[in-house]
């Protein structure tokens, strides 16, 4: 049965994904490993994360269960090329070694390809750059990287209703 693992303090938006693609309900959701965490903007030292996605086919009933397609850590994602993981940055100005140590989140399925989810990366939760990442879950593979402003991102983005109308 999908039962996600909560995050502390972590709003849906940041951690979970879902979607109705090819007849099926899909979910991603991840879960982020902390190291150390400071009470200032909620900042904390990355351990890795995990994703996992699953699945269940529609039109469903009682008896449909939901199936884990498959789960990677962090530590298991392979950037192909290899050369992938020069555009990001690593610690002392050394090329990047591993996903592990970003601060990552956002997932969203790809709607084309089964296997694929893009996340948002940053180094810090509140920089004002950061990267999305696809990554072919069930290849575990880093598959492209691409660098954006996250200005307007204040370490996560969540959707909200408007509470009243402008006069006119």
């Not at 993981?85 to 390809?113: Q, R, S, V």
């Not at 694929?116 to 999305?132: C, G, P, R, S």
Request: glycine share 6%; with cysteine.
């Amino acid at each position: 049965m999908f039962r996600p693992s909560p995050t502390p303090n972590a709003t849906p938006s940041v951690t979970r994904a879902i979607a109705f693609v090819k007849g099926c309900i899909r979910i991603v959701h991840t879960v982020m490993k902390i190291k150390s965490a400071t009470r200032v903007f909620g900042d904390y030292v990355s351990g890795g994360w995990v994703a996992s996605k699953w699945s269940i086919k529609a039109p469903f009933d009682e008896n449909s269960c939901w199936t884990e397609d498959c789960t990677i850590d962090a530590s298991d994602i392979f950037p192909a090329p290899l050369e992938l993981l020069k555009e990001l940055p690593g610690k002392a100005g050394k090329p990047c070694e591993t996903l592990e140590t970003f601060y990552t989140g956002h997932p969203t399925l790809c709607l084309d390809d089964d296997g694929i989810v893009y996340f948002m990366a940053k180094v810090k939760q509140q920089d004002k750059k950061a990267w999305i990442l696809a990554v072919d879950m069930n290849r575990r593979m880093l598959l492209q990287i691409s660098e954006f402003g996250a200005e307007r991102t204040l370490a996560s983005v969540t959707p909200t209703h408007r509470v009243g109308y402008p006069s006119i």
